[in-house]
């Protein structure tokens, strides 16, 4: 009997590195402080809820690979054009580092080196350093492949900027503001920036607790399918 290789997702939210690497074959177990359900989307992996900082990396010795995907809202509002924004003292790395030190635990424990790709923002890069490789405005660091898929799409949330800013250049209806924070890197989409979409509420105009308003939320951030796949069958 051939057993599934084992893949730990931390802060796994709405499961977009769980559904690619399910699909490549492996086992997953997901690390979140909520459990994200939003009517038929839900982890589609075995789910813990724990605070990431609280876990340790010996428990993880039996994984082949470690992906993340840590909060980035202190990353994005710092990149905005806001003098508020700008005013902000750094952000506190915490989350972000913790991925690294439940890795170089987990390599202690095995005694082996167990690969990490941990996916943030763009904006993250002038606090956490350069990254090694964006798939969209979805960048990545830690043991990113040295070949990668490449997209030059911008579809987030629903909406097409592919292209965006070349002669012929057409897509839905949006907004200098929302195309100005996809540039900054920031993981936005038309109906999370209140473009004129008339099919969906203004997400920006709602609730911060709106149900609605948090399925954007963890849409917007899922890992694209083709790229959770292709880390998957990397370290397969």
Same mark, same amino acid.
């Given at each position: 009997?051939?057993?599934?290789?084992?893949?730990?997702?931390?802060? =796994?939210?709405?499961?977009?590195?769980?559904?690619?690497?399910?699909?490549?074959?492996?086992?997953?177990?997901?690390?979140?402080?909520?459990?994200?359900?939003?009517? $038929?989307?839900?982890?589609?992996?075995?789910?813990?809820?724990?605070?990431?900082?609280?876990?340790? /990396?010996?428990?993880?010795?039996?994984?082949?690979?470690?992906?993340?995907?840590?909060? =980035?809202?202190?990353?994005?509002?710092?990149?905005?054009?806001?003098?508020?924004?700008?005013?902000?003292?750094?952000?506190?790395?915490?989350?972000?580092?913790? =991925?690294?030190?439940?890795?170089?635990?987990? =390599?202690?424990?095995? /005694?082996?080196?167990?690969?990490?790709?941990?996916?943030?923002?763009?904006?993250?890069?002038?606090?956490?350093?350069?990254?090694?490789?964006?798939?969209?405005?979805?960048?990545?660091?830690?043991?990113?492949?040295?070949?990668?898929?490449?997209? $030059?799409?911008?579809?987030?949330?629903?909406?097409?900027?592919? /292209?965006?800013?070349?002669?012929?250049?057409?897509?839905?209806?949006?907004?200098?503001?929302?195309?100005?924070?996809?540039?900054?890197?920031?993981?936005? /989409?038309?109906?999370?920036?209140?473009?004129?979409? $008339?099919?969906?509420?203004?997400?920006?105009?709602?609730?911060?607790?709106?149900?609605?308003?948090?399925?954007?939320?963890?849409?917007?951030?899922?890992?694209?399918?083709?790229?959770?796949?292709?880390?998957?069958?990397?370290?397969?």
């Amino acid at each position: 009997m051939t057993i599934a290789p084992l893949a730990i997702d931390l802060f =796994c939210g709405l499961g977009g590195w769980a559904e690619g690497l399910l699909l490549e074959g492996y086992y997953v177990i997901g690390f979140d402080i909520e459990r994200h359900v939003y009517g $038929n989307e839900k982890y589609p992996g075995e789910l813990v809820l724990q605070d990431v900082r609280t876990l340790h /990396g010996s428990q993880f010795r039996d994984a082949v690979l470690i992906v993340a995907s840590p909060p =980035c809202q202190a990353y994005s509002y710092r990149a905005m054009p806001w003098k508020r924004a700008k005013a902000l003292p750094p952000p506190d790395n915490e989350l972000f580092d913790a =991925c690294f030190r439940i890795q170089r635990e987990a =390599c202690e424990a095995a /005694g082996h080196h167990i690969p990490m790709v941990v996916e943030n923002v763009r904006g993250a890069q002038k606090w956490v350093g350069r990254s090694r490789w964006n798939f969209g405005s979805f960048h990545l660091w830690g043991d990113v492949p040295a070949l990668m898929p490449f997209s $030059n799409e911008a579809k987030v949330g629903g909406i097409d900027f592919s /292209g965006y800013g070349t002669p012929g250049y057409k897509s839905v209806a949006f907004n200098s503001t929302a195309v100005k924070r996809l540039r900054e890197g920031e993981k936005v /989409g038309g109906r999370w920036w209140n473009e004129r979409d $008339n099919r969906y509420p203004p997400i920006m105009m709602m609730s911060s607790k709106s149900p609605a308003r948090a399925r954007a939320s963890a849409m917007i951030a899922k890992i694209p399918l083709p790229l959770a796949r292709h880390i998957g069958r990397v370290y397969r």
